[in-house]
């Protein structure tokens, strides 16, 4: 993709969507649609992309260059469109950029399509270099086109024209391939064409679609791509619209990945974002949310009622009922029912973590076994250390946090409190209910408790007026 750039049309209003939220940073599975289409536009290897605002353009602008993970390292540059006067009018709002690049070929298109995918991208572009058109419409063919323009072509199925609705005779009504408001554009002619453009509407707006008739008189080719996808067209105007195209990102995302071997014993309650990874033959449970760049090696088996936010899990680990953030977990390692692992731990290979189990910004060594009611908070866990029911690390005193340190083969017995800093050698044992609050050496016992005293007939006074429920 040398030679190419992106113009992103994303000055509109919004008023529809009734949100003080700018449309085109509303959300779908939890990602702004603008981020959709750069994420697009990056998987298609177009470097140099302009974003043309409007509305609330500076909380657009500062909300990208805040929020978007590559803006860094991308070429992205912002115009205004400082009335909205149509979408040939947003276009020359960028002027300076296709001036930049007048030699190139350049795609324009919305910043709330976020269904345009790569394959789209690419494959229009393939078929506007091979036509050696001066402009490329990315159509689709739908059964509903109510609302879009439709694509007129005559009889040697050359497009002749796009006609709006609102302006179509009832045969071209009837037409069901229509306009996407995508286009691959030989900059030079773009340039050349937006100075001819003129209203024509009531609104006395300048329509981009008006450049085709330009073109056509010009004698320019017009060319036409169709991409499988059909669902690239669809925009987001309403609340309703954005639920809808929730729904069916999600649906896609899914069907992806069963294509590409991942297995959903049902997909109820199941939520998969867009920057998730996963490997083929793992098994996804109902109600498992997996969100972020989380990425899931093979054979791993995800829920029921998980839920994996930027992390990474290896192959043929188990998560059940559980929640991961931030975090690694190797491979054959087992973690739930009921467990949170919190940001910035790193659970090693074939460790399990069972019941109620809470692990926090520490490291956990392989072979371990945490297997219930227990809290691991900066910690440094070697290798095969076994934690008994109730295990508590104690890091933090009220003013720092701290860290404890168990080194390989320790053995922590239930209801254990280690407060750190604290490091326990290799090899040793503590004893059921102690407190440890020294450094213990390797492969000794430590025991924290006072002697057991009786205190004859206590509950006779404590207890003297308590009243049972049932006698």
Not at 89 to 117: T, Y
Not at 243 to 267: C, M, R, Y
Not at 288 to 300: F, P, R
């Amino acid at each position: 993709m040398d030679k190419t750039s992106a113009l992103i049309l994303a000055a509109g209003k919004g008023t529809r969507m009734n949100s003080r939220t700018p449309k085109v940073l509303c959300e779908v599975l939890e990602k702004p649609m603008l981020f959709w289409v750069l994420d697009a536009l990056k998987r298609a290897k177009i470097k140099k992309q302009a974003i043309v605002l409007g509305n609330k353009s500076d909380e657009i602008k500062d909300y990208v260059i805040k929020n978007y993970v590559d803006y860094e390292k991308s070429n992205i540059v912002f115009s205004i469109q400082n009335e909205q006067k149509g979408t040939a009018d947003a276009v020359k709002a960028a002027n300076f950029f296709l001036k930049e690049n007048k030699n190139e070929d350049i795609l324009i298109c919305n910043a709330d399509s976020p269904l345009l995918d790569e394959e789209t991208i690419v494959k229009s572009y393939n078929s506007h270099k091979k036509a050696d058109s001066s402009v490329t419409i990315i159509t689709a063919k739908v059964e509903n086109p109510q609302n879009f323009g439709r694509i007129v072509r005559n009889e040697k199925n050359e497009i002749i024209k796009i006609v709006e609705e609102k302006d179509a005779s009832l045969e071209e009504k009837k037409i069901k391939e229509i306009n996407s408001g995508m286009y691959w554009f030989k900059v030079k002619d773009l340039i050349n064409t937006l100075e001819k453009i003129t209203p024509k509407n009531k609104q006395n707006e300048f329509y981009l679609t008006d450049s085709i008739d330009v073109l056509i008189k010009q004698n320019k080719k017009v060319n036409g791509f169709t991409p499988q996808n059909e669902n690239i067209v669809l925009g987001v105007n309403t609340k309703e619209e954005l639920f809808n195209i929730n729904v069916t990102a999600k649906e896609e995302i899914i069907k992806n990945f069963i294509k590409k071997g991942v297995n959903f014993i049902s997909t109820d309650g199941v939520l998969i974002y867009p920057d998730v990874e996963i490997k083929s033959n793992v098994k996804i449970f109902p109600g498992s949310i997996i969100k972020g760049k989380t990425k899931i090696g093979e054979n791993s088996v995800i829920g029921p009622n998980s839920l994996i936010e930027n992390s990474v899990i290896g192959e043929n680990c188990k998560i059940n009922s559980s929640q991961v953030y931030n975090s690694e977990i190797e491979n054959f390692t087992t973690i739930g029912p009921f467990c949170h692992i919190r940001p910035n731990s790193k659970i090693s290979h074939n460790v399990k973590i069972g019941d109620f189990v809470e692990v926090k910004n520490s490291k956990v060594g392989a072979g371990t076994a945490i297997s219930h009611l227990t809290y691991v908070g900066d910690s440094d866990v070697g290798k095969n250390v076994n934690f008994g029911c109730g295990v508590v690390t104690i890091n933090y005193d009220g003013v720092k946090k701290s860290r404890c340190v168990i080194e390989d083969g320790c053995f922590i017995g239930c209801n254990t409190n280690l407060v750190a800093p604290v490091k326990l050698g290799k090899n040793c044992y503590t004893g059921a209910g102690s407190t440890i609050t020294k450094d213990v050496p390797e492969n000794a016992l430590a025991i924290e408790r006072t002697k057991q005293q009786h205190i004859e007939n206590f509950s006779k006074t404590k207890l003297k007026g308590r009243k049972l429920k049932v006698k």
